[in-house]
């Protein structure tokens, strides 16, 4: 037996729980992370030639200098607040939805083109009839890997994957023949002011978006912690065996919180174009599903953290916009910084998830 | 060993232990989970140094500080979880890292020979070119014990060696220890169960919290002393006030068939069972007989291919678990850490499992904090489950903690029928007293009880029938004393002749 192996194995699984564990350091943990990217991104930067100084105070400036640059990083933030509360949530039932992109795309064309159809309905009915629309497509495209994985057992990253492209040609393929908008882009009629999210401050796009992603972190936390719901959702994702013990029903509870986490990633699709670009556009989603992902896995295993997570997100990327247009450093940088920041802090999570679920299993096999 | 002390921060794992034992000696290390025997036996093979103490081997001071200076020093240790790579051969995994040579290549035929000869010599039969995922798990035992007397090992430490052996296998591991004996060897055997102790030893030394309680010769010991060195106290079952059983019959099996993987025979081939009130019905066997699908059809987690399962006198066959435990039945799973439990779950949120939506604990699909966290401290304080606190995860208890709050959790469910498959399992002495205490409490409360156990003394102990399985099948069914231990250990082997 090679013991220093067994050892050191023993002693980076200790550092790893470290970082798992819970609560005020997991958050220095994070913190730690984004410094250390930034530092390689400086580094970066200085050997491409441009200057570290400039870059990063335009970063900064660009994320939290003043109104509009706050207001642009929580519009950026704001996709990636439903999306990684949507990947988040399905983590808390053992499911890992790779599928927030596509429902992503079918929410926001639901809810680009049902507003339309309800012209003479008030506003606020319009409105919460488009979200509504939003939230149910994106339910009905997390139901199809919920069903086959409770039915089938098909495996929902598999599905979740290929559903995306469906999504997103299917939509596309909607535009261009029933709902394109008379001109010379393939993209829905702009929606008219009552049918938009009420803009939160005037002359930003920040929108009323932002509000209803907080207050759905807020209510999902509260179905976790609280419900029977919530009970069996997290009894399913952390030892399904038990939950069918318990009488839980297993094929339920997949297939429902799938469901609720397809909802809530159609209502970033929802916000977009409620809320941002007014109308649907095919394409228009730079990842904000697969970004939801790495929000999700940095939040771990607290829904409440996805708000930091998605706001770190949407500064890179605010900041980022700035340090191109203002010191000409190409965005494909800030793009690495932010893959350095998802290597430090999800690598060591996502192999701490690998190690407690290795342990417990071998556990499991000590005492049988 | 002379005065070892090892703490693990603030426990004390082993405290001033002294420990001998002799050449051509079978020495019991006996005591309960956690007692520190492992630990002792961890320093002894070079797992962990101790903070102080000595260790003499052969009378010399020995410095151990890696499981290759014990090997040097003739020390060999088969672990309880083994340590084999399942896709080499049987002579592979012995040879692995002392590979015999020739001309730099590696001599897999004197390989061969050597083993061929230790294991003729001790009666450690095994074929060197079966694969190690292929052989069973006593045969599995029998590699790591050649491995380590290949090695040279004159001092043989086996950590619970029995844990994992059908009676018959713990027979032929007996052998197998008094031919070393015969040879000089020195065996140090870890255990927590008293029979063997008994049978097999020469001397035992008895550990408990970290220390030495006592060293006896096991001729001049007996069981009910062993006992109470291990636990402090003595343990008298108590089991009085007994309500006498009742003609009502509360669970009942109608020719319960589980067909097995195409090809293969069936689980369980019908299987008839009735259990009344006030009665405890035990079903004896070798594990892997049929028990797992037993108690999964009796719970439904597991439909029955033919047959009726009817709990007091309503037809549920086909209902779902929820369904047929909300009916009045009280679960204690085999597998705890699979089924009992949510490991990462607070001990509150695991003491409503299987109850979380009754009207009691939720109302409009919200769980009543207050209510659980209440129900859970009850279940704390009346089934002397050891915790910090209810919010701390129940993986981090002991098994025999995390056991007591499965059965405090099943056994305050409102129930008529019990469930208790292999319920003291992996329990040291005073948790398996503990809950086959309630479990009799339970008949004595006119509760109808199923108790499927592969330990042939608990079922003895607490049934009033006894029906044996074999292959899926019911094959003999009588009241308990119209056996005797003899004839239980045949049936369980399928041999139904020689009753």
Redesign the interface.
Known sequence: ?D?SGDRSSKLSKRSIEWLARPGFSRFMYSAVAVLLALLIGAILIGASGYSVKEAYYNLFMGAFGGVYSLATTVVMSTPLLFTGLAVAFAFQCGLFNVGAEGQLYVGALASAVVPLALGGLPPVLRVTMGLLAGAGAGAAFGFVPGYLKAKLGAHEVITTIMLNYVATFLTTFLVKTYFRDPGPVDQTVLLPLGSRLPELISGTRVSLGVIIGVLAVALLNQVIR????G??I??VG??P?????????VSARTIQAMMISGAVAGLAGSAEAMGTLYRFIPYFSPGYGFTGIAVAVIAGESLWAVIPAALLFGALQSGGQSMQLFAGIPMELMTMVQGLVILFVAAPALASMLIKRKS?SE?????? | MENITKRFGNVVANDAVDFDASPGEIHCLLGENGAGKSTLMRILF??CRADSGFIYVNGEPATIS???DAIALGIGMVH??F?LAERLTVAENIIAGSEPRRHGLLDYERARQKIAEVSQRYGLAVNPDAMVEEISVGQQQRVEILKALMRGARVLILDEPTAVLTPPEVDELFSVMRALRASGTTIIFITHKLKETMEISDRVTVLRDGRTVGVEKTSDATSDGLVEMMVGRSLPIHDDHRAPAQDIISLELKDVSVAGRKGSRARLSSVNLAVRRGEILGIAGVDGNGQLELEEVA?G?RRPSQGKLIINGQDVTGF???RI??KGVA?I?S???????????SLA?NSV??M??SAHF?TR???Q?DVVREHAESIVDLYDVRAESIDQPI?SLS?GNQQKLVVGRELTRPHSVVIAAQPT??LDVGATHYIREQILASRNRGKAVLLISAELDEILELSDRIAVIYEGQIIDVRRAGQYTERELGLLMTGQRNGV
Do not use: W
Request: proline share 4%.
């Open positions: 037996m013991l609280r419900s029977v719901l009970y069996e997290q009894a952390k030892n065996h038990a939950a069918e013990y318990g009488g839980v029903n417990s556990e499991g096999g000590g005492r049988a | 070079g797992l890696c499981p290759r309880q979880h340590m719970t987690l779902d678990t929820k435990r909300d679960y799973p597998d705890r850490l699979k089924r009992g439990m949510v490991s990462p779950f949120r499992l299987g979380q939506h939720s699909g919200v769980l904090e993986g098994g399992r992996g």
